[in-house]
């Protein structure tokens, strides 16, 4: 079942989240994309102590597609290191997996 992705992102804000999700539904690379905002965090960054307010978003996709997500999103980015992690799906309702299949195969009929 590994087949299956999260992808976590974090953006500067609400705004460019919304942005990079759009792009990569449009381009069904995702099936989709849950957004948090005003997300607090903290983080060292060239030699200083940060605190910021971001946005994530998680997106759901398969494994094939997931080094042109990554791409996408470092196109679309603004940050110079933006934070991209991936994490298999092991296990999940496999009535929402087959859903993800379904929006992804969009692209390979």
């Known amino acids: 079942m590994t087949e299956f992705k999260a992808v976590y992102i ?3 804000d609400k705004a ?3 942005k990079i999700a ?3 539904l449009k381009n069904k690379l995702i099936a989709c994309a849950n957004i948090y905002d005003h997300v607090s965090s903290y983080y060292n960054w060239k030699g200083s102590i940060q ?3 971001e946005a994530i ?12 997500i990554i791409k996408v999103i470092r ?5 110079e290191c933006p934070c991209i992690l991936v994490f298999p799906i092991e296990i999940g309702n496999p ?3 087959t859903w993800i299949n ?8």
């Open 95 to 97: 009535e929402f997996l």
């Open 51 to 53: 605190k910021d307010k």
């Open 16 to 18: 460019e989240a919304k």
């Open 10 to 12: 974090t953006c500067k």
């Open 102 to 109: 379904q929006q992804l195969n969009i692209t390979n009929n």
């Open 22 to 24: 759009k792009s990569l």
């Open 57 to 68: 978003f998680i997106c759901k996709t398969k494994e094939e597609f997931v080094e042109r």
């Open 75 to 79: 196109d679309l980015h603004s940050y």
